[in-house]
């Protein structure tokens, strides 16, 4: 079966410019999570969804980031504006209640100058 | 709340030599637990899990992981590294619904 995927692979821009990253999850999983993983950390929870709802954005700043999944399928990560501190690895994954299992698509590497 | 460690930040072990790579956790639940691998600039890969039922868990390339309840931990065993086995590796503990991930170990295999 296809794997998570991700768009764009890489990303640079200047800060308080916009960007906007997308995945779509593996068939059929119905949890799809967004990471932030900064260099030299483990990947940090942004934002859960369970379907077309968020249930747990706790850790989004959402003064700047908003993130939507609105067919419960594909989901777009939008920063808005980007910091110099946003430069980062942006990870989606996606899970399913039959394996319990996350799984990653390849992520985004973020470079804000 | 869980909370993952992973003591060792940088592991160097030459190739075809045994290695473990250390994972404790807490938690007030009872969790599930996994190993993912990343490879310079991928995603993670899921290497192996526990969910329930024998405690020894393995991966179709050679890794083992242990859970142990009584020392809340989870570490990983190889017998014998390869230099593909360079990378970086993630503990994870997931309690009700969120994973919760450690700050990873390079593992760097020396030939």
């Known amino acids: 079966e296809a794997g998570v995927v991700q768009s764009p692979r890489y990303k640079i821009i200047e800060k308080k410019q916009p960007v906007a990253f997308w995945c779509n999850p593996i068939s059929g999983h119905n949890t799809l999570y967004w990471y932030r993983q900064n260099l030299g950390q483990g990947p940090e929870l942004l934002i859960r969804y369970e379907n077309e709802e968020a249930v747990d954005d706790s850790q989004l700043p959402k003064d700047r980031f908003s993130a939507e999944r609105l067919k419960g399928v594909d989901s777009t990560l939008k920063i808005q504006p980007a910091e110099l501190g946003d430069s980062a690895v942006y990870l989606c994954a996606s899970s399913s209640p039959r394996t319990d299992t996350q799984y990653f698509g390849p992520g985004t590497r973020l470079t804000v100058l | 709340a869980q909370s993952v460690t992973q003591l060792d930040s940088q592991v160097p072990v030459f190739e075809e030599a045994p290695v473990e790579l250390r994972c404790n956790y807490s938690s007030s639940v009872s969790v599930y637990l996994f190993w993912y691998v990343q490879y310079p600039n991928q995603g993670l890969q899921l290497l192996l899990k526990?969910?329930?039922?024998?405690?020894l868990v393995e991966s179709i390339n050679g890794f083992e992981a242990e859970f142990n309840k009584s020392q809340t931990s989870f570490h990983l065993r190889k017998p014998s590294v390869h230099i593909s086995d360079t990378a970086e590796y993630f503990c994870?503990?997931?309690?009700?619904?969120?994973?919760?991930f450690g700050t990873g170990t390079r593992l760097k295999v020396l030939a």
């Open positions: 994870a503990v997931r309690g009700t619904y969120k994973y919760i």
């Open positions: 526990y969910l329930s039922g024998s405690t």
